[in-house]
Nanobody
Framework: QVQLVESGGGLVQAGGSLRLSCAAS????????MAWHRQAPGKEREFVAV????????YSAPSVRGRFTISRDIAKNTVDLQMNSLKPEDTAIYYC??????????WGQGTQVTVSS
Protein backbone atom coordinates (compact mmCIF):
# COMPACT_ATOMS: atom_id res chain seq x y z
CA GLN A 1 0.00 0.00 0.00
CA VAL A 2 1.23 3.50 -0.89
CA GLN A 3 -0.34 6.81 0.11
CA LEU A 4 0.51 9.91 -1.92
CA VAL A 5 -0.12 13.58 -1.15
CA GLU A 6 0.81 16.31 -3.64
CA SER A 7 1.53 19.94 -2.81
CA GLY A 8 3.07 23.03 -4.36
CA GLY A 9 0.53 23.90 -7.00
CA GLY A 10 -0.71 27.41 -7.57
CA LEU A 11 -1.04 30.33 -9.94
CA VAL A 12 2.01 31.60 -11.81
CA GLN A 13 2.65 33.84 -14.80
CA ALA A 14 3.99 32.44 -18.04
CA GLY A 15 7.75 32.05 -17.87
CA GLY A 16 7.65 31.47 -14.13
CA SER A 17 8.50 28.41 -12.05
CA LEU A 18 6.81 26.11 -9.58
CA ARG A 19 8.00 23.11 -7.63
CA LEU A 20 5.57 20.31 -6.93
CA SER A 21 6.19 17.80 -4.20
CA CYS A 22 4.68 14.38 -3.58
CA ALA A 23 4.94 12.94 -0.09
CA ALA A 24 4.69 9.17 -0.02
CA SER A 25 4.12 6.70 2.74
CA UNK A 26 3.80 2.95 2.88
CA UNK A 27 6.21 0.04 2.97
CA UNK A 28 6.34 -0.43 -0.81
CA UNK A 29 7.23 3.16 -1.74
CA UNK A 30 10.97 2.60 -1.73
CA UNK A 31 10.68 0.02 -4.52
CA UNK A 32 8.16 2.01 -6.57
CA UNK A 33 8.77 3.87 -9.78
CA MET A 34 7.32 7.36 -9.41
CA ALA A 35 5.73 9.53 -12.05
CA TRP A 36 3.88 12.75 -12.61
CA HIS A 37 0.88 12.98 -14.88
CA ARG A 38 -1.43 15.88 -15.63
CA GLN A 39 -4.95 16.48 -16.82
CA ALA A 40 -6.11 19.69 -18.43
CA PRO A 41 -9.81 20.63 -18.59
CA GLY A 42 -11.58 18.61 -21.26
CA LYS A 43 -8.52 16.49 -21.99
CA GLU A 44 -7.32 13.05 -21.04
CA ARG A 45 -4.72 12.54 -18.37
CA GLU A 46 -1.23 12.53 -19.86
CA PHE A 47 2.21 11.42 -18.81
CA VAL A 48 4.70 14.10 -17.75
CA ALA A 49 7.78 12.45 -16.24
CA VAL A 50 8.94 9.28 -14.47
CA UNK A 51 11.82 8.32 -12.21
CA UNK A 52 13.00 4.83 -11.29
CA UNK A 53 12.85 3.55 -7.74
CA UNK A 54 16.58 4.14 -7.29
CA UNK A 55 16.43 7.60 -8.80
CA UNK A 56 19.02 6.61 -11.37
CA UNK A 57 16.80 6.86 -14.41
CA UNK A 58 14.36 9.50 -15.58
CA TYR A 59 12.27 10.16 -18.65
CA SER A 60 10.12 13.14 -19.57
CA ALA A 61 7.47 13.81 -22.18
CA PRO A 62 8.75 15.80 -25.17
CA SER A 63 6.39 18.67 -24.32
CA VAL A 64 8.17 19.33 -21.01
CA ARG A 65 11.69 18.10 -21.71
CA GLY A 66 14.28 20.72 -20.89
CA ARG A 67 11.81 22.64 -18.72
CA PHE A 68 10.66 20.12 -16.10
CA THR A 69 12.89 17.99 -13.88
CA ILE A 70 11.76 15.05 -11.77
CA SER A 71 13.74 14.01 -8.70
CA ARG A 72 13.24 11.90 -5.59
CA ASP A 73 14.62 11.80 -2.08
CA ILE A 74 14.36 8.25 -0.81
CA ALA A 75 15.33 9.24 2.73
CA LYS A 76 12.52 11.83 2.86
CA ASN A 77 10.04 9.73 0.86
CA THR A 78 9.37 12.57 -1.55
CA VAL A 79 9.26 13.02 -5.30
CA ASP A 80 9.49 16.52 -6.73
CA LEU A 81 8.75 18.09 -10.08
CA GLN A 82 10.63 21.31 -10.77
CA MET A 83 8.80 23.21 -13.47
CA ASN A 84 10.54 26.11 -15.20
CA SER A 85 9.60 28.31 -18.15
CA LEU A 86 5.95 27.52 -17.59
CA LYS A 87 3.48 28.04 -20.42
CA PRO A 88 -0.31 28.53 -20.34
CA GLU A 89 -0.66 25.09 -21.90
CA ASP A 90 0.93 23.59 -18.78
CA THR A 91 -2.23 24.49 -16.88
CA ALA A 92 -3.67 21.29 -15.46
CA ILE A 93 -4.20 19.22 -12.36
CA TYR A 94 -0.94 17.42 -11.66
CA TYR A 95 -1.04 13.93 -10.19
CA CYS A 96 1.66 11.87 -8.55
CA UNK A 97 1.67 8.14 -9.30
CA UNK A 98 3.53 5.25 -7.74
CA UNK A 99 3.94 1.94 -9.55
CA UNK A 100 5.10 -0.85 -7.27
CA UNK A 101 7.40 -3.64 -8.39
CA UNK A 102 4.25 -5.78 -8.42
CA UNK A 103 2.77 -3.53 -11.09
CA UNK A 104 0.11 -1.87 -8.92
CA UNK A 105 -0.56 1.85 -9.46
CA UNK A 106 -1.41 4.31 -6.69
CA TRP A 107 -2.47 7.91 -7.35
CA GLY A 108 -2.50 11.07 -5.30
CA GLN A 109 -5.44 13.46 -5.18
CA GLY A 110 -3.81 16.02 -7.49
CA THR A 111 -2.71 19.63 -7.22
CA GLN A 112 -3.84 22.46 -9.48
CA VAL A 113 -1.31 24.39 -11.57
CA THR A 114 -2.54 27.47 -13.41
CA VAL A 115 -0.28 29.44 -15.74
CA SER A 116 -1.54 32.84 -16.83
CA SER A 117 -0.49 34.47 -20.07
Amino acid sequence: QVQLVESGGGLVQAGGSLRLSCAASGPTFRRAAMAWHRQAPGKEREFVAVITWSGGGTYSAPSVRGRFTISRDIAKNTVDLQMNSLKPEDTAIYYCKATTDGGIDYWGQGTQVTVSS
